[in-house]
């Protein structure tokens, strides 16, 4: 979770494409801030915490949806998604069908908190179905935990790659990304993409989040996504 809090913290000023795509940039500018990332992180983890590593499909999402709203309502403006501020608002608690990244933004505790590859991808599932239960949202929260995981189990890259396209779908080596005229989006697979490729051709962590700000597009949120990976590794 650090390494995802840290990523958004240093992505922060250049998001929606206010950097030069480079790799060369102060590390932390003159006035760091978090963003919805670090603050819905924490709101999944402190949910996970509150319902009990072994609770079943109903106790988990209750607990989960109950922690976003309460970190929701402490950090009202930290730059919420639109439908998903008036979630937070909103009595109604139900999933909107969103495939946009932050399912795969904050799900990084889920890599940390289980024992098994099956129940952390079962509880990533749950965590992005709370809201974004569209399949592509499911697929990237799956996807990042289950990187996490095997990171954190010592599993080297090629092997984490290598489950990762079997399972889910094939990711760019970073030089092609670094060539795609990118653009700011908040599709969960495409960002999801992105990351993973910039975490897989880094040299250390730091790398790992110059590699991620560089591609450009929802920096914040692919340098937190990258910096929970790389972290863990």
Known sequence: MYGAILGDIIGQPYEFDRGKKTKDFPLFCNNPRFT???????????????????ADEKTMKDAIITSMHTWGHKHPYVGYGRKFFFWIASKDTKPYGSLGNGSAMRVSSVGWLFD?????????????????????????AEAIAVAIFLARIGK????????????YFKIDDLNNNMMKPHYFHI??????????????????YEDAIRNAIALGGDSDTIAAITGGIAAAY
């Open 187 to 204: 599709n969960c697979i495409e960002t999801v993409k992105q990351s993973l490729g910039a975490f897989f051709e880094s040299n250390d």
């Open 116 to 140: 098994t590859l099956e129940r952390t991808r079962e509880v990533a599932r749950w965590s992005a179905e709370v809201t974004h239960n569209h399949p592509e949202g499911i697929k990237g």
């Open 36 to 54: 919805d990332d670090s603050v819905m992180t924490i709101a999944v983890c402190d949910g996970i915490l509150n319902a009990g590593l072994t």
């Open 156 to 167: 080297d890259k090629n092997q984490i790659k290598e489950y990762i396209e079997t399972n």
